[in-house]
């Protein structure tokens, strides 16, 4: 079965204190793995989509990377606008479905 | 920029009541899916559509729940009857998958009360 464990459940920061989130898989066949910020009471938002091992991405003050067993998010210089929760998910197989881990939420404090 | 819209945004029904929720996709996009997601969790899939065919509903508690996606463009999720455990975020999501892309689009999610 398909498991995808984020951790910490929780991380709480200052304005400009860098650090990363955890996102470990354990799948047969990962197709991709995917990034989204999701802010209370809305939908998921996409950040990125990383395919292969050593593969990294940037966007802003977010960094995803990408092993073959986790991928991290890395936030450098966070700020307070940055608090949401970030959830992972991995595709697997040929029908596209994601199968999501349970989030970080994160929290900046100004 | 397009997104998907879905309605309504709250909904609060009392349990054996019917419930319907509503899905437009990204103009294009073929495969359309429904995810439930329960406060503190991550979404977990209930079905998917590639056009106007069910391409997998393993997780739709069928006794209950209903989907249906007539023209291969809007979708409509039903529950009947509603039970205090459905009392989630349902959220829809589109892609290309199957076109050239894999990544999903979510709209901003119905929030539902059961009572």
């Known amino acids: 079965e398909d498991q995808v464990t984020q951790s910490p459940e929780a991380l709480r920061l200052q304005e400009g204190e860098s650090s990363s989130l955890n996102c470990s898989y354990t799948?047969?066949?990962?197709?991709?793995l995917f990034w989204y910020r999701q802010d209370p009471g809305k939908g998921p938002e996409f950040l990125f989509t990383?395919?292969?091992a050593g593969e990294e991405k940037e966007k802003e003050r977010l960094k995803a990377t990408l092993t073959k067993k986790e991928s991290f998010l890395h936030i450098t210089a966070p700020k307070p606008e940055d608090s949401a929760t970030y959830l992972c998910?991995?595709?697997?197989?040929?029908?596209?479905?994601?199968?999501f881990g349970k989030g970080t939420l994160l929290t900046v404090n100004p | 920029e397009a997104e998907v819209a879905q309605s309504p945004r709250y909904k609060i029904t009392e349990k054996s009541q019917a419930v319907a929720f509503w899905c437009d996709p990204i103009?294009?996009?073929?495969?359309l899916y429904w995810y439930r997601q329960i406060l503190g969790q991550g979404p977990e899939l209930l079905v998917q559509?590639?056009?106007?065919?069910?391409?997998?509903d393993s997780q739709l508690p069928k006794d209950r729940f209903s989907a249906e996606r007539l023209k291969g463009v809007d979708s409509t999720l039903k529950i009947q009857p509603a039970e205090l455990g459905d009392s989630a975020m349902y959220l829809c999501?589109?892609?290309?998958?199957?076109?050239?892309?894999?990544?999903?689009?979510f709209g901003p999610g119905t929030r539902l009360t059961v009572l």
């Open positions: 559509f590639q056009d106007e065919s069910v391409v997998d």
């Open positions: 103009s294009g996009h073929a495969t």
């Open positions: 799948v047969s066949g990962l197709r991709g």
């Open positions: 990383l395919y292969s």
């Open positions: 998910a991995v595709q697997v197989g040929s029908n596209y479905k994601l199968t």
């Open positions: 999501a589109s892609s290309l998958a199957g076109q050239g892309g894999n990544e999903q689009f």
